[in-house]
């Protein structure tokens, strides 16, 4: 019986047991089955209201047709370019929209007088409708990429720069001070610092802007583009093709679902390792 004890005591001190950790498991992956089941229950209703009322195939498809049309269009390659040329503008337009917002997040929290001459434009151009915004960058920068990848920076960055922003000014007074006995100078700061304390605050900034990303792209796609989903959302408009229309919808979902989705994993991470933002 004494021996008994020990091993139960090390397994309590070591590795969860087995059935906890499955525990666990099925309790992490319940969002993603109740998210399944939902869009499930979401396409049969879509399926049951396009039989019980005959809806013409010209005003709602089935979804049996939507996803047969959408599999000879993926093996001819006619997506392909389409859903790249979205990715990349989102990406590369998250990116420097990320680095703008730390980079004026350090600043405003270093010189509060550029903080009150620069935040109120900020604003202004964060509460302007982007929808009106849009046609004068593509004017400027032309039908090509740099004009969705600017638009998506001026929508990604700021959400970036009020979490970081926040994040910054909660730094114990008594790093502040180690770090001027240490006589640190500003740019070892920012680096050893302040950098590493805020990527908690930088991740959750991204998984806002990353939904604002795709939102942005699709604007200005459809104000003009040669490519992407936004732009071949609204040549399906044009040419009454309702079922690429919901198609290009569907991988607009589906790439602002896994990218925030991937940002999130990312951040529950940072906040493992440096605490929540």
Partial sequence: MRSASPAAGGSAGG????GLRLGDRV??????LVGALSLAAGVVLWWLVTVAFDIPAYRL?????????????ARDGALTLHVQQTLAEVVQGVLLGSVL?????????????????????????????????????????????GSKIALITLV???????????????????????ARLLRIGP?????????????????VGLRLGVLQA??????????????GLGYLERQAQDNDDIRLVIISLGLLCLLAWVLYALVGLVERRLSNRFGAA
């Fill in 15 to 18: 590795a969860p047991p087995a």
């Fill in 27 to 32: 309790r992490a992956g319940r969002p993603l």
């Fill in 61 to 73: 498809p089935t979804p049996g047709a939507v996803a047969s049309h959408a599999l000879t269009l």
């Fill in 101 to 145: 917002g730390v980079v004026l997040a350090m600043l405003f929290t270093r010189v509060r007088p550029l903080e009150r001459v620069l935040m109120p434009l900020i604003v202004i151009a964060q509460v302007t409708p982007k929808i009106s915004i849009a046609p004068l960058i593509v004017l400027w920068l032309g039908l090509g990429i």
């Fill in 156 to 178: 990604s960055f700021y959400p970036v720069l009020i979490n970081m922003t926040m994040r910054l000014r909660t730094i114990p007074t008594g790093v502040d001070d180690l």
């Fill in 187 to 203: 740019i070892a700061r920012a680096i050893k610092i302040d950098l590493p304390y805020s990527l908690p605050a930088i991740a």
């Fill in 214 to 227: 795709v939102t942005a792209a699709v604007i200005g796609e459809f104000i003009g583009a040669e490519a």
